[in-house]
C-alpha cells in the first residue's frame, strides 16, 4: 500500500508585459512577424551595444505587484544569469535575483468545498526572454533559432510552495492570469507564449512537508497542461518514494501526448549561473511617488468586482464570474446595467445575446460595434413593452448586420408597439363604431364577440397596438 505524502507545489509564473517594444531595446515585440525580423544589435548581444531600460515596462511590473499585494522596493538590481543555450545569443540572460523589484505578496483563490486559500508570492522580479528554437516538421537532423522574442520583457512571478494539488495550481494560475488581464499587465495569451509557467513539485511525510526533493516542470502553456504534468509527476514520485528510492532533483518535461513528464537535465542551483550585478545598467531606483502615481491608475481587482456585482445588482456568483472573466466584458456589462437598472436582465442579454454575436464574430467585448449604450437602449425598450423579447432578439441581430442603433431597426421594420392611450383610445372608438352588430353581440354577454373586436383593433393598428392596454381600453370602451 502506497505511504501518505503531503503535496507541496510552488509555481514560477512567467507574464510578457504589454509593451509596444522590448526590455532594453526598440525593437518590436509584435508576434507572429517573420523569424528574426524584430532583432538589432542589443537583443541579439552584439559587441559594443548596451541596453537601455523600458520605462513603461517598469510602470507596468510596478502595477502587477501592487496588483498581487507586492511591496515595492525602491532600489533593485539587474543582474547577467549566466548560461548556455542556442537561442541565448548573449550567453547570459538580463534578470533580477538577490534584488528583486516586488516581494511578500499574497493571492486568495478558491479551494476544496467551496472555500478560500490564501497563496503567498515570494517574489516578482523583471527580466528579459530568451529566443525560441523551431524544429521543422518531420526533419530531427537539426534546429532553426527565432530571436525574435529575445529580450521581450517578462515579469517572473515567483510563488510559495503553499499549492497541495494539481487542480489548487491549476485555479492558481487562472487567478493570476485572471488578475494580470484585468489591470491591463499582460494579454495572457497562452497560446502565444504570452503567460507560461514552470512547476516546481516535492512529496514529503505530514510531519515535515519540506523534507522531498523538488522537481521542475518546464514550459506549461495551458491550464490544463499543467494540471495533467502535475498528476503525473506526483503519482511518479510516490512511486519512487514508496520504492525507498531517492527523488533526484531535476528539470523534467512535460509530453502532452502521452501525457508524461521527462528528464531533461540535472536541475541547477542558484550557483550555477553564477549571477552578478549587470555592468550596463545602474541599479533601478522607484521612488515611492512613482509607486502613489501607478496605484492610483490600479482598477478594481476581478474579486473585488464580482463581489459588488452580486451585493449592488443581484446577479448570481456564476454569473458574475463570467462577466468579470473579460475586463472589456465587465466593463460593457456595468455600463448597461448602469443605465438600464437591472441588473439581472442586463446580465442575461450579455452572457447570451452579446457573448453569442461576439462569439460569433471572433471578437472581444471591447471590438463590439453595438455598443453598451446601443444595447442598453433596446433593453429599455423591451422592459417598457415597446417591443417583445423575441422582436428584441431580432433587432438586435439587424443592429449587429446594419450597423443601426434600435430605434432606427425598430422604425424600419415598423414593429414598436403603440401603448399611448389616446392612440389606443381613438383607434378602438373607430372599431366600436364600425362594428355595431358585435358591440350588441358582446353586450348581450357573447364573450366571443370581444375576440373578434380585440382583432379589429389590432387590424386598425397593424399589429402595433400594446394588447395588454388595448384589452383594458376596448373592454372599459363596451362597459364591460
Not at 98 to 117: Q, R
Not at 192 to 205: F, P, W, Y
Amino acid at each position: 500500500m502506497s505511504a501518505q505524502y503531503v503535496v507541496a507545489i510552488g509555481l514560477e509564473c512567467h507574464a510578457q508585459l504589454r509593451t509596444r517594444s522590448k526590455l532594453f531595446c526598440s525593437c518590436s515585440t509584435r508576434f507572429g512577424d517573420e523569424p528574426n525580423a524584430n532583432t538589432c544589435p542589443v537583443c541579439l548581444g552584439l559587441p559594443g551595444a548596451l541596453p537601455v531600460l523600458n520605462g513603461e515596462a517598469v510602470r507596468l511590473a510596478v502595477l502587477a505587484g501592487l496588483a498581487l499585494g507586492c511591496e515595492i522596493r525602491e532600489r533593485s538590481v539587474f543582474e547577467r544569469k549566466n548560461y548556455f543555450y542556442p537561442d541565448l545569443p548573449k550567453g547570459y540572460q538580463i534578470s533580477q535575483y538577490l534584488y528583486p523589484l516586488a516581494v511578500n505578496g499574497k493571492m486568495v483563490i478558491g479551494a476544496a468545498g467551496g472555500t478560500h486559500k490564501e497563496i503567498g508570492i515570494i517574489r516578482a522580479h523583471m527580466e528579459e526572454d530568451a529566443g525560441k528554437l523551431l524544429h521543422p516538421e518531420g526533419d530531427g537532423r537539426y534546429s532553426q533559432v527565432d530571436l525574435n522574442r529575445c529580450g521581450t520583457p517578462l515579469l517572473e512571478i515567483v510563488s510559495a510552495p503553499d499549492l497541495s494539488s494539481p487542480q489548487e495550481a491549476k485555479t492558481y494560475l487562472q487567478s493570476l492570469r485572471e488578475i494580470l488581464v484585468h489591470v491591463g499587465v499582460c494579454d495572457g495569451v497562452m497560446e502565444e507564449g504570452s503567460l507560461r509557467c514552470d512547476a516546481n513539485v516535492s512529496l514529503g511525510t505530514p510531519r515535515d512537508r519540506l523534507c522531498g526533493t523538488r522537481t521542475e516542470i518546464k514550459n506549461l502553456n495551458s491550464f490544463r497542461f499543467l494540471e495533467q504534468a502535475l498528476e503525473y509527476e506526483i503519482e511518479r514520485q510516490r512511486g519512487v518514494l514508496d520504492r525507498g528510492e531517492r527523488v533526484i532533483q531535476e528539470t523534467r518535461g512535460y509530453d502532452a501526448e502521452r501525457r508524461v513528464t521527462y528528464s531533461q537535465r540535472s536541475k541547477e542551483d542558484a550557483h550555477d549561473y553564477r549571477y552578478f550585478p549587470e555592468p550596463d545598467l545602474r541599479p533601478l531606483l522607484v521612488p515611492p511617488a512613482l509607486v502613489a502615481r501607478v496605484a492610483s491608475a490600479l482598477t478594481e481587482l476581478p474579486a473585488a468586482r464580482r463581489a459588488r456585482f452580486v451585493a449592488a445588482f443581484g446577479v448570481s456568483e456564476a454569473d458574475a464570474e463570467l462577466l468579470t472573466s473579460q475586463r472589456e466584458l465587465a466593463d460593457y456589462f456595468e455600463e448597461v446595467v448602469r443605465a438600464t437598472g437591472d441588473g439581472k436582465q442586463a446580465a442575461n442579454w450579455v452572457q447570451s445575446e452579446l457573448l453569442r454575436e461576439l462569439n460569433n464574430r471572433g471578437l472581444t467585448a471591447g471590438q463590439a460595434p453595438v455598443r453598451a449604450a446601443q444595447t442598453a437602449e433596446l433593453l429599455q425598450r423591451i422592459s417598457s413593452g415597446a417591443i417583445t423579447g423575441p422582436q428584441g432578439r431580432e433587432v438586435y441581430a439587424a443592429m449587429w448586420a446594419e450597423g443601426k442603433d434600435a430605434g432606427a431597426v425598430i422604425r424600419a421594420r415598423g414593429i414598436e408597439r403603440i401603448g399611448d392611450v389616446s392612440t389606443l383610445a381613438g383607434m378602438i372608438a373607430g372599431v366600436i363604431a364600425a362594428n355595431p352588430g358585435p358591440v350588441a353581440d358582446f353586450r348581450a354577454g357573447k364573450e366571443r364577440a370581444f375576440g373578434f373586436l380585440m382583432g379589429q383593433v389590432m387590424q386598425r393598428s397593424k399589429g402595433q397596438a400594446d394588447p395588454k392596454v388595448a384589452q383594458q381600453l376596448l373592454r372599459s370602451a363596451l362597459g364591460g
